[in-house]
């Protein structure tokens, strides 16, 4: 092997520790601890000589600064000389240097995103706020502090999550994070991003969670750390996000089980279509009501929803945990009116 063949994978590694790394502590909510960082294998450290990670740290650090990507040290008020360093990107200082811009253009170009925000419910709202936020300090640099165009509040740890996950989707790398479900479980998972949507003013993510080997929808706001990025994949040419547009039943790490719901006559097209998504199998009877089958993860959760579209004729018939859960919701529900 000659010497270019031996360099070439030292440069490989090179560039997706400093990707991860960027995108790491740009994800985190709060500034990450020196052994946080080299002690993490996923952002490309972790090896058994400490020394040598943090001397790869730091120069990782120089040549983010290179690039104009700034990473400070921060210390919390109070704290000891004895306590760990902690690091996080200086986002007054990063990319400060900027180019040559027209501030007529900016300014279009802010209206324009604030037009469109202002009237499409979009998942591309991720990464269209983080354009407007690069539009308002460019004109703050432009003209001072006193523009029309105030500065926004500092950024929000949820609109960095969100931003890690839209990256991630964006160069096809799997996301690394630690996501809490809805039990309280916090744990490390890794998911090829798919597709992301908006719903009822959250966020949310589907893909392949490599664990499990089974394509999951995870909410946004439950992602509590980013650990990088991981390998590349290609989304499959039959997926389509309207197959996965969640039902409040979907989030639990139970295994799916077929559920049956019965309509009764008369209801709705647009109502049907609503409360199904377009979800499972929907057959209409001889009665002119409706049979809908479809998989569900929380048996509760889905006789909740029956309860909700009681309504529309709406009830459960199979399995029998799901009957007997609606049964008893529903007896608590005539309890409390009655009280």
């Not at 040559?100 to 925000?117: F, G, N, P, S, T």
């Not at 639990?252 to 279509?273: C, K, Q, V, W």
């Not at 089958?293 to 799901?322: K, N, Q, S």
């Amino acid at each position: 092997m000659d010497e270019e063949e031996e360099r070439a994978p030292r440069v490989d590694d090179t560039a997706q520790r400093l990707l991860n790394l960027m995108f790491t502590l740009n994800a985190a909510a709060h500034p990450l601890t020196t052994d946080q960082i080299v002690g993490d294998s996923d952002l490309g450290y972790g090896h058994e000589q400490r020394e040598s990670d943090l001397r790869k740290f730091r120069r990782d650090r120089e040549k983010l600064a290179e690039r104009g990507i700034i990473i400070t040290e921060v210390t919390a008020p109070g704290a000891s000389e004895a306590e760990q360093r902690a690091w996080a990107i200086d986002r007054e200082r990063t990319f400060a240097a900027g180019g040559i811009v027209r501030e007529d253009d900016v300014r279009l170009l802010a209206r324009a995103v604030d037009e469109y925000l202002g009237s499409h419910p979009t998942p591309l709202a991720i990464p269209l706020k983080a354009v407007r936020r690069s539009c308002v300090d460019a004109l703050a640099a432009l003209a001072g502090e006193d523009e029309a165009f105030a500065r926004p509040a500092p950024k929000l740890d949820e609109d960095a999550i969100a931003d890690a996950v839209w990256t991630a989707f964006s160069l096809k790398r799997s996301l690394i994070a630690t996501y809490r479900n809805a039990a309280g479980t916090a744990r490390r998972r890794t998911v090829a991003v798919y597709g992301i949507f908006t719903s009822a003013g959250l966020s949310y993510f589907t893909g392949l969670d490599r664990e499990a080997g089974t394509v999951r929808t995870f909410r946004t706001d439950r992602v509590e750390r980013v650990h990088g990025l991981g390998e590349s994949y290609d989304i499959p040419s039959d997926f389509s996000i309207r197959d996965h547009l969640f039902l409040p039943f979907d989030f639990s790490d139970a295994p799916e089980a077929r559920a049956t719901f019965s309509f009764s006559p008369g209801i709705g097209e647009m109502e049907l279509a609503a409360i199904t998504q377009g979800r499972g199998d929907l057959v209409q009877r001889e009665d002119g009501g409706w049979t809908w089958d479809v998989e569900v993860r929380d048996i509760d959760a889905a006789a909740e929803v029956t309860l909700a579209h009681a309504r529309f004729g709406m009830r459960p018939v199979a399995p029998d945990a799901l009957v007997e859960s609606w049964r008893a919701k529903l007896m608590r529900t005539v309890g409390v009116h009655n009280a």
